[in-house]
């Protein structure tokens, strides 16, 4: 029988070159970065005949691996801290992460209240942390390629504890900002531990320049416990030519109050993967969505909700506008294993193409092994209500004004979701800029 050697690609060959490479530098535990790449070493990057990456072909949009970002130094901090933007006005405890490291020192956490816990990532990962044995433990996470390359590589982040009963007055903001002048790659990893009946927000923004191919790959990992509650919002304004990978995964106690907001304006291309596991009753839990995309952007927005067990409640609400040549995505999965009876789950994928050039895939699933459950989805593609845009010129809107207060309707419904009143006025600014941008 002839032996079929399957070629790689200029990226594959030089992720495990480099692999290879830094391996023996990198903090923590080599086995698990070894068993980490195993499928990588095994079958490459994902590509379109893999299911999951029917629609975002990683092997072709990844030509070739850029190289780890470096230390940076203090010019590079202090230029990333004056291009840190987004939530800006927003009052809270801040990280920041310039080229994927946690910049300079711990002095931002020193003003975190008693209550939160900080460890960088790298210090944690030399130390073997016992919060560290909490990483990994979504099961339907596991085997993911791109989560797969982030713990091969990763390298800093932070650890953040928050403690059983802890009710900060002020958001925690990790702010993931780009600078230098070459491209680079990272692969930051985030482990957020909330302990029961604690109650937190946490932001997320991600911001760089254009012209800089970077190609990041993020992890924010929470374990929630018993009673807690979690509002976690994300924001990409990455550079327009960066390659965007980015995980959430999420391990829900019982009497849980979890939500996720992502919002993406930046970018080349991005996924966006979501997988939360509801592994105590009684938990609800919300996952919301906006891509705003004009140019020739390609944008993936994947999830999988695993209810485990019994009486809990999933919404998962997703909004896409699409102008240019631009292609978005919606991959959404609602898993109900056969003793989570009284499961309540819904998903819904709405699409706004503003060109005839633009295209959306969408993708909702249900895979139902309980019968008693109320469960349900659909998807919508269409174009902007000539009748309402005519209502709104006929009552003296000029045409672009008209298009932008339907715009803004149309992906009100998940920002108007976002507890903190500021994260979401902010939100809406950065809205408000790119309905102006295309005026």
Not at 158 to 163: D, G, L
Not at 315 to 340: C, M, S, W, Y
Request: glycine fraction near 10%; include cysteine; aromatic fraction near 6%.
């Amino acid at each position: 029988m002839t032996e079929v050697t399957q070629i790689r690609t200029a990226a594959e060959t030089g992720l495990g070159d480099l692999f290879d490479r830094l391996k023996g530098g990198l903090p923590g535990d080599v086995a698990i970065r070894e068993a980490a790449l195993a499928g990588f070493r095994e079958r490459g990057l994902p590509h379109r005949r893999v299911e999951e990456f029917k629609y975002f072909d990683l092997r072709a949009l990844m030509r070739e691996a850029a190289p780890p970002a470096e230390r940076p130094n203090a010019t590079e901090i202090a230029k990333a801290f004056n291009q840190a933007k987004a939530f800006a006005s927003v009052p809270a405890y801040r990280l920041t992460f310039v080229n994927g490291h946690l910049a300079a020192s711990l002095k931002e956490a020193e003003s975190f209240p008693s209550g939160i816990e900080v460890v960088p990532f790298e210090q944690a990962l030399g130390e073997g942390h016992p919060l560290l044995a909490s990483l990994g433990r979504v099961e339907v996470a596991q085997g993911n390629p791109i989560l797969e390359l982030n713990t091969a590589f990763m390298n800093d982040g932070a650890v953040i504890r928050v403690a059983a009963g802890a009710t900060p007055d002020q958001p925690i903001a990790l702010r993931f900002v780009s600078a230098g002048e070459t491209a680079f790659s990272t692969a930051t990893r985030v482990l957020v531990v909330v302990e029961a009946g604690a109650k937190v927000t946490l932001i997320e923004s991600h911001e760089g320049p254009d012209g800089l191919a970077n190609q990041t790959n993020t992890a924010v990992e929470f374990v929630v416990g018993d009673g807690a509650s979690v509002d976690h919002v994300r924001f990409n304004g990455e550079g327009a030519d960066v390659l965007s990978l980015s995980t959430i995964t999420a391990t829900l106690g019982a009497d849980v109050s979890f939500s996720t907001h992502n919002a993406l304006i930046g970018s080349a291309a991005a996924r966006h993967q979501v997988f939360l596991a509801c592994k105590g009753e009684n938990s609800t839990v919300r996952i919301d969505g906006i891509s705003l995309l004009r140019g020739r952007q390609h944008a993936d927005a994947t999830l999988v909700v695993d209810h485990a067990v019994p009486h809990c409640t999933s919404r998962e609400t997703f909004k896409t506008i699409l102008d240019g040549e631009t292609t978005g995505v919606f991959q959404g999965k609602i898993v109900v294993r056969p003793h989570a009876q009284k499961t309540d789950g819904g998903m819904k994928s709405d699409a706004l193409l503003l060109s005839e050039r633009a295209s959306m895939n969408n993708k909702p699933e249900l895979e139902i092994f309980a019968d008693d459950v109320v469960c349900g989805h659909g998807a919508t593609c269409g174009a902007l209500d000539d009748e309402l845009l005519f209502y709104l010129k006929s009552r003296g809107l000029p045409k672009a004004e008209a298009e932008s207060l339907l715009l803004q309707a149309f992906v009100g419904p998940p920002i108007e979701a976002i507890e903190h009143e500021g994260v979401r006025d902010a939100l809406v600014g950065r809205v408000e800029e790119w309905l102006a941008a295309r005026r």
